[in-house]
């Protein structure tokens, strides 16, 4: 059955623009949606991408219904944070893709939703699983599936106006200079290598803050907290890029890293907050750190400490973060 989502426009806006941020998917995926016929304006059906949307004109889309397609074998397990009848909270492991691409080889995380059973039918008849929020493949962590389209577009909402969001834990060389150092810049693809992003002129702006945590015994590396204030790709490798840190394991923004290596790149995302799209009841999931990760952390860092303090974390990280008047 085919489901119908509405929209209040509250700024003037291209509509494919528009609809991407409300509907959390790409202007191109939108673009079929509408020329497709699934795009109402002011109950008037509208072909063009590109329209020029008003304040308070009506947006109605109609969501397709899904097409099933086979997924592929599937040699990884999920744990699962949370679950009920809207949202789905996971804790990815490093090394698993969230969304199928030509370029990638083996199972997804979409893969493993599959065969587990959910799905979320939204534009264009395609599944796409309710992915609201990416981890790039290297990095492990908490994220959010959305089961339903209401709460699929109400969490894409709350990612739009910034009421949801995650803390990351990431361990650096060298340590930061101030215990707690904001970078802006805007991101776009490096000119110089097309496999990178970086800080670039007339790129999509972003903000990101990083917290001091841990010394390592030596002093040389540096366990940190990091809050996005944007959605970039790579945002927080390119950020630390710019302030010349690297984080230990990236074997594309920290190639010349000295002695320090790991077998995987050691950023987690370890806090999630949101507000429950049924309930709106604020609540937040902490994702434990994989074996990797957590052996690396005891063999170079005094971790009693960050054990100790660990049920206070998402307090310490909001008191510090917000003190710093963003």
Known sequence: MEEVVNFNVESPNRLDTYLSNKLSQTRSQVAILIKKGNVFVDEKECLKPGLKLKNEQKVRVVLPKVQKK??????????????????????????????????????????????????????????????VHRLDKGTSGVMVVAKTNQAHTELSKQLEEKTMGRYYL??????????????????????????????VEGGKAAKSAFLSLLYSHDQKEQLIACKLFSGRTHQIRVHLEKISRHIVGDEVYGKNIGKSRSERILLHAYL???????????????????????????????MEKFDENENTFGELFVRRFDAAAF
């Open 272 to 302: 999630l907050y949101l507000q429950h799209p049924i309930t709106k009841k604020q609540i937040h999931f902490r994702a434990e750190m994989d074996d990797v990760m957590r052996e690396y952390l005891e063999k170079k860092f005094d």
């Open 70 to 131: 086979e997924h592929q074998e599937v040699d990884f397990d999920v744990e699962v944070l949370y679950e009920d009848e809207a949202i789905l909270v996971l804790n990815k492991p490093s090394g698993v893709t969230v969304h199928p691409a030509p370029s990638v080889k083996g199972a997804t995380l979409v893969d493993w939703l599959k065969k587990k059973g959910i799905s979320l039918s939204t534009i264009s008849g395609e599944e796409r699983h309710g992915i």
């Open 170 to 199: 990431a361990v650096i060389t060298p340590p930061l200079k101030e215990e707690l150092q904001v970078v802006e810049c805007p991101i776009a693809r490096s000119p110089a290598n097309r496999i990178k992003m970086a800080c």
